[in-house]
């Protein structure tokens, strides 16, 4: 079964710096890709999704930018962060065709 | 993909089964039923899918009604690990839909 990591579990960060969030998949190949997030004491939202390297697709728009420069590994980037970027932040992956989609353990990222 | 309704939040004691109710009036012929639970600061956990026909895992049973309008999932013995927000979305299985739309879902607070 397929096992998502994502680092690192916590991040606290200034207004204006940069980001980087990775996530790598494994026991899995080709996989569906996606990134979400969910604000305190709200539902998910997805941001983005990859059907493929290199292929990405935006759900919402942001100064968030999503890049998948390997088959299993699914990254979240920002130039500059805002205060509305805080948030929990999940990877997850889905197998194509099948049904279930599985949840990495989450990143929670604070903007001062 | 089409909009679920649920409820807010519920309370199950702790052994007997809990039935968590959802709405989807609006579901199309070829969406399906999904259920997913998120435990506090964790990422959210598949737990079972259905089309039309009822379904059973070794975590819980979905019924789905004839017209397929609502559903029920059902914990047959709830425990305290059981607390956690459940969520019910129903998607269609190609294109932009392959995507999981999270709501607000219901918070089951399984009581001892």
């Known amino acids: 079964s397929q096992t998502i990591h994502q680092w690192p579990a916590t991040l606290v960060q200034p207004v204006g710096s940069p980001l980087s969030l990775e996530c790598t998949v494994e026991?899995?190949?080709?996989?569906?890709l996606y990134w979400y997030r969910q604000a305190a004491g709200r539902g998910l939202q997805l941001l983005f999704y990859s059907v493929g390297i290199g292929q990405i697709s935006s759900e919402v728009p942001q100064n968030l930018s999503a890049s998948r420069p390997q088959d299993r590994q699914f990254i979240l980037s920002s130039k500059k962060l805002l205060l509305s970027d805080s948030g929990f932040y999940l990877c997850?992956?889905?197998?194509?065709?099948?049904?279930?989609?599985?949840f990495g353990p989450g990143t929670r990222l604070t903007v001062l | 993909d089409a909009k679920t309704t649920q409820p807010p939040s519920m309370d199950c004691a702790e052994g007997r089964a809990a039935n968590l109710p959802c709405n989807h009036s609006t579901i199309s012929g070829n969406e399906y039923v999904y259920w997913y639970r998120q435990i506090h600061s964790q990422g959210p956990q598949y737990i079972i899918h259905g089309l039309k026909n009822n379904e059973t895992n070794e975590m819980a049973s979905l019924i789905i009604t004839e017209d397929r309008k609502s559903s029920t999932l059902i914990l047959p013995h709830a425990t305290l690990r059981d607390t956690a927000v459940y969520y019910c979305i129903v998607r269609g299985t190609s294109g932009s839909a392959r995507q999981l739309t999270f709501g607000s879902g219901t918070q089951l607070t399984v009581l001892p």
């Open positions: 997850a992956c889905k197998r194509d065709r099948k049904h279930e989609q599985f």
């Open positions: 026991g899995t190949s080709n996989p569906n």
